[in-house]
Structures are given as C-alpha cells and as structure tokens.
C-alpha cells in the first residue's frame, strides 16, 4: 500500500507569506494527524481528524493556522502570515480507525519562514 | 491523558555493544506503545508497537522492546550497535482501541554510534 505522502517536502517562505501544505493519508485510515517539530524541540500533536471532522485540535498554536480535510481525503495546513517562529518539520501521519497498525508517518514538509 | 519520558536525551555506544533506550510512560487507560526512528532529514518510522498482544515486541533492524505494566516502562533494545543506526529515537504513547487519544511523543533520544 501507498505510505503518507506529503508536499512539498521543502518551503521556505518569507514572513507575512502564506503556505499551505498538503497530507494524503493511506487510503482508507480515518484518523489523520498533524504534527510539527520546531528547532529540534520535541514533536508536538496540532490536530486530528476523523474523517472530515475535527476530532481534536487543541495543538493548533492560533488561528493562523487553518487545517482542513475536505471529503475525508487529503488535508491542507494553511498557516497565514506566517511567521518566523514557524519555522520547523510538520509532520502528517494516519491511522485505521482502530489504530491497532499503528501511526503512519509522512515524510514530513520542512518549513523555513526567513 | 498521557505522557512520555526518555531517561538521556543523547546515547553514545561503540559499534558492536548493546543498545538500550529508556521510555516510560503514564496513561489513564491501556495504552498502545510505539518507538519510532528518525534517520537525517528523514521521516518517522516505525520500529515497533506494543498494543495490548505479547509484551515482548520485536520490530525492524534487531530492535525489540518490552512492556512492563508495573514499571510503566518500554525500553528499546538491540543487542549489537551498527552504524547505520545513529539516528534519533522517539518513544510514543496512545490511548488504547476505545479511545480518540492523539500519540504523544517523548522528547527524544540521540544515539551515536562510535566505531
């Protein structure tokens, strides 16, 4: 089966740009993640979805950021203005509804805000 | 809720020696366990998990860790170091099947692997 894709696996923007980053999950997992880790600090959760809804997204820093998951498929990251601090690895991850296989990770878009 | 602890955020063993990554963990329900490695400018992967089966686990590449309940532990072993395996290692905690819970990782631990 296909991994976790995520694109692009680079972006380096200036502050006050947009960027919107994109997670396909493997086919049917439900549950989709965003992660990110910043200056080699710890990976921190940002949100989860089930489907196309937001189950949680306490980790999501402020309303900068916009995730969504239209149809239950991929899902966009959105961070705008982006700023310097934002810098960092996000990372997209999905599971089975039961999450008995485990999290599958992306690759992971390394964000560069100058 | 949970949460994660690795005892030593940089490991150093020559090649050849054991490999031993500490993880512990608290959780209010059953919790799945994972370890996953990240190699440079790489993603995550997957070692192992732990999920309610057999509480010895073995993963990819020689690894294997054990769950012990009543240390609340999962730590990561190989028994014999190469150097392909410098990398960072994360251990990582879910709430089991009947829960919604995100997985929370540790802070990390760096492994060298001197020749």
């Known amino acids: 089966e296909a991994g976790v894709t995520q694109f692009p696996s680079h972006s380096v923007i200036e502050k006050g740009q947009t960027v919107t980053l994109r997670c396909d999950p493997i086919?049917?997992?439900?549950?989709l993640y965003w992660y990110r880790r910043v200056m080699g600090k710890e990976i921190k959760f940002l949100l989860h979805?089930?489907?196309?809804?937001?189950?949680?997204e306490s980790g999501m820093p402020n309303n900068r950021f916009l995730a969504e998951r239209t149809g239950g498929t991929y899902s966009t990251l959105k961070v705008q203005p982006a700023e310097l601090e934002d810098s960092g690895v996000y990372f997209c991850?999905?599971?089975?509804?039961?999450?008995?296989?485990?999290?599958?990770f992306g690759s992971g878009t390394r964000l560069t805000v100058v | 809720a949970q949460s994660v602890t690795q005892l030593g955020s940089h490991v150093s063993v020559s090649e050849g020696a054991l490999v031993l990554l500490r993880c512990n963990y608290s959780?209010?329900?059953?919790?799945?366990l994972f370890w996953y490695v990240q190699y440079p400018n790489q993603g995550l992967q997957l070692l192992l998990k732990?999920?309610?089966?057999?509480?010895l686990v073995k993963g990819i590449n020689g690894f294997e860790a054990e769950f012990k309940k009543s240390e609340t532990s999962f730590h990561l072993t190989k028994p014999s170091a190469h150097m392909r395996d410098a990398a960072e290692y994360f251990c990582a905690v879910s709430g089991g099947r009947t829960s919604y819970d995100k997985v929370i990782f540790g802070p990390g631990t760096s492994l060298s692997v001197i020749p």
């Open positions: 979805f089930v489907k196309e809804s937001k189950q949680d």
């Open positions: 086919s049917g997992h439900d549950n």
């Open positions: 732990y999920t309610s089966a057999a509480t």
């Open positions: 991850a999905s599971s089975r509804e039961d999450r008995v296989g485990g999290y599958t």
């Open positions: 959780s209010s329900v059953p919790p799945y």
